[in-house]
């Protein structure tokens, strides 16, 4: 059976069994409707999906990734029982989207007895694609490892989540909590191999599975949680060549005629936790959290290869090696919330944080060793005041000290190495509600870091967001808001030169939106801008000049509109535009338009019709660009 | 003097003629010989104690007004004793002559309502708590589900809706609470429910689900649970239709954070537009966010999902296990590969890394570090990465 057949079967025998599954549950969950005043509320939808595909076919599946054949298969319904079903459950929500086969299924299911149990249930399938070309052919030069992006990958991720509330007395609940997640696919990697950049196979092949359990008892003035968490995780991680290849670099002599390199591994970690919430006082709310988490992770590794360096030297290698790494993690936080009077109420957090990893491990004979230690210990406190019922102010401070001893190495124990980091800051926001139809609010918070740890961390930062927001009787809705993020790192004083370089990074984020929503009508737009600029100074080392300049910015624009529109009891027609226009170091383009109109003929009956264009361009080389339109057409039923 | 004696005769004789006129008022007892239903409601109200009658001087009359005429020609409807002759601000009246309403907001009597809109007058186990009060409540308020904004516009509105929408409150969470659980007539205004007040509101029973709410940043902005939460509905009413690209819980996240929405719509993104996760999978509103600023393994909420990424290594990268994730990826969207911050990930490295080994002078801005730091996230066989 060729590989396109067995998709298609695979995926008809998905379809089957979401049909199955889904009329099964809906039959059996109408046909317990005895009642005529229960409210049963859904609609069940299946169709065809035509596709075509101008361009790089790669990028369209990397960004929508839709595809032809009699794909749309969708089933929403919301039960609420009223007669004689109402005694065991209040409601039944079952919704099914995209399983005819498309990258991303989501599948929900969920019922309660409100007091008495909730049960949920989540599945869904998304297909990661990435296969991107990133450098113009007159750039690359293997001799400079300018040659593009190896890195490709298709794995399917499969979630599932499933979680039970029983309420075991009135003041007694005990939670399920199950999810698990399994990747696999395709993808390839690069590997220096003696000094050569090869493409290699790099399956995706990872099972995660975790369960908690929590009891929960409540006393009048106090509650105490109780909740076991645990986590299994398998990773097969194996590197290969399917075949001889001479390598990127056809200039020299490389050659590789076989690799495996694997290195499996599973992790599973245990967390125990306990919580305690207070009201001692109608004023007072106290929560107090303890948790301490032992986490361990086995491996190992083996590699076997042979070829020919870039030399002209053959090689062989056959090594193994083993790793066993612990980390174990205590967190402990209170907070305390007090209402001094109606206007005024304190606000307070403690926390302190130990993570404590230590491990070790052998690769061809050689010992390595690894040791991380972590304790952040943190206070915060603040003060909302309600000047009027129209203006509420917050005000606090906040600050944090981080110490870590780590040291990682080859042949022999590390050296550790002790750094210690602290951050103060403060933070005030305000919200002023004139009458009931505006709303404003506004945010700052600023911080500084003494001693930052890595060069990635910041030694300031600066946040800044205004927001108004009018809410009109005709149905009209008004937002607009800003965001201002800055971020830098000014370690280094100015004409002193060390090998850190200094940095800052800029974000501002502009929205303005207006909705409108009237019981036949539902329109909303919105402008939004983006602006983002880093900037690195790299004048460090003995003055040495910059390798290269090192700044990146980018201005995106989004422009989208949504409009709902029913003629009449019958008729519905939609739409939806997006458009996204980036300027700067990386210039693109993506508009993605959608309209569809929907006919309710006698009986619940329903007859759609959509259609969708999208169109990415990459204005500097357009190696990726493509366009799409997509039609589909479905009938359905609505109850 | 000729008109002292008419005089006389005016001021004294018409006293006594206009006093032998018949006392317009009945006795309650009379009234309660053909309103029987009424004679067995009241009589457990407070309406038929003692109290009551020493302060009402004229029984059912003091509020409905005179009935002698009634009683004399049952049949002539225009006679009737009825409060709806008077205005509502008159009915008020009444009841004010005996009760202090100082609890109570204007809402509902601007919008035309009077006392016995809402209380039941006659029957004590008719008042606004418990299911009799709810029905009451939903009389009026049946389209509660529509919205939670009553302005005494909206109030006035729905007190006239033709055909008022079934209430939907068996379906939810609050199924079986009472209005009165939630709602006091001394705060009804929509004020009432924002910032801290309103929070303390819910808190009254959900203070335990989330005790740390008023140390996030949405309570720091002065924003309550109903800014987010469909109190009455639910999270599941009038949205069945297939018309919105983002999954529920998200679609409450726009109002507010609509650049970070439009984040999402970046080439390289997390998958919100296609429902496979929500604004929620990664952050919690009701928790302080952005309280950690250090942390140390910062890297934790990613690993959620991205373990691969995130394992305990021997070979640590410091920027990604100490410092998080967002050192290096912008995690909602971007327009770079991989959700980086740079689009070349030569740019990437080197904002750090400036003193790379000297042989790393040859490369370009078009360099792909990874191409040879291949497990930049963490190796277990090689401190710089290589494999």
Known sequence: MSGASMTFFKRGSSLLASVAVALGCVTSVVSASSDDDDELTGRFRVGYRGVSVGGEEGKYQQHVNLDQGPRIFEIRFDYVPVGALSDKVDRISFDIDHFGGDPFETLRFDMAKFGKYRFGYERSKSTYFYQDIILPAGLVDPSLDAEGDFTSFNFDRVRDHASLDLTLAPRASLNFDFSRYTRHGDGTTQLDIQREVFELERPVDEKNNEFDIAFQYKWDKASLVLQEHVRDYENAYEIFLPGGTLGTNTDNASELSFFFLDQPYALESFQHTVRANLTPTPQWLIRLSGSVENLNLDGEASERSAGVTFAGAPFTTDVEGLRDIGRDTIWVDADVSYLLNERASLVGGLWRRDANQSGDGT?????????????????????????STDIVVTGGLRYESRSVDHGQSEDEPPSVETRKTTHAGFFLAGQWSPGRVLDFNGELETGSYDDPFTLAAPTSRLRLRLRAKAKLQNGVRLDASYTGRRIENDNRPPGQLSTTPNWESDRDSLSARIGYRKKELDFSGGYSLIRVN??????????????FPILFESDANFIDARLRYRFDPQWRVGADARWYDNAGSFAIRRNDVRAYVELTVTGGYLLNLGYRYVDYEEKTFGFNDYDANIVEASIGYAW | MKHLVPALVFVVVLPVLLSAQPDPYVGSEMCIQCHTPERETLAGSPH?????????????????????????????????????????????????????????????????????????????????????????????????????????????????????????SHGTPHA???????????????????????????QTCHGQTHPRFFASSHARAGLSCTSCHTVHSGDRVDELAPDSYLGRASQSCVECHASAVSEFTFNERHRLEEGIMECTSCHNPHEPTQRVRLGGFKDQLCAQCHVDKSAPFVFEHGASLVEGCTSCHVPHGSPNRHLLEFQSVADQCYSCHVSAPGFHARFTSQTLCTNCHSTIHGSNLHPAFLK
């Open chain 1, 363 to 387: 690769w061809d004979d050689t010992p390595l060793f690894n040791l991380w230690d972590t304790t952040t210990t943190g206070l915060e406190g603040g003060v909302q005041y309600a000047l």
């Open chain 1, 534 to 547: 880093h900037a690195v100074d790299q004048t460090v080392s003995a003055g040495a000049p910059a390798l």
């Open chain 2, 48 to 168: 038929a104690w003692d109290d009551f009658n020493a302060l009402a001087e004229h029984g059912c009359q003091s509020c409905h007004g005179p009935g002698r005429a009634h009683v004399q020609d049952p049949q002539d409807e225009t006679l009737q004793p009825s409060r709806e002759r008077f205005t509502a601000a008159e009915r008020r009246g009444m009841c004010l002559e005996c009760h202090d309403d100082s609890g109570h907001d204007e809402e509902h009597f601007a919008a035309g309502l009077d006392c016995a809109s809402c209380h039941a007058i006659h029957g004590f186990d008719a008042g606004v708590t418990g299911a009799a009060g709810d029905a009451r409540c939903v009389s009026c308020h049946e389209s509660a589900t529509e919205s939670m904004s009553f302005s005494t516009a909206s109030v006035a509105a729905i007190s006239t809706e033709a055909e008022p929408r079934p209430f939907r």
């Open chain 2, 176 to 202: 079986g609470q009472a209005c009165s659980s939630c709602h006091t007539l001394g705060s009804l205004s929509e004020q009432s429910w924002e910032g801290r007040a309103g929070t303390e509101r819910c």
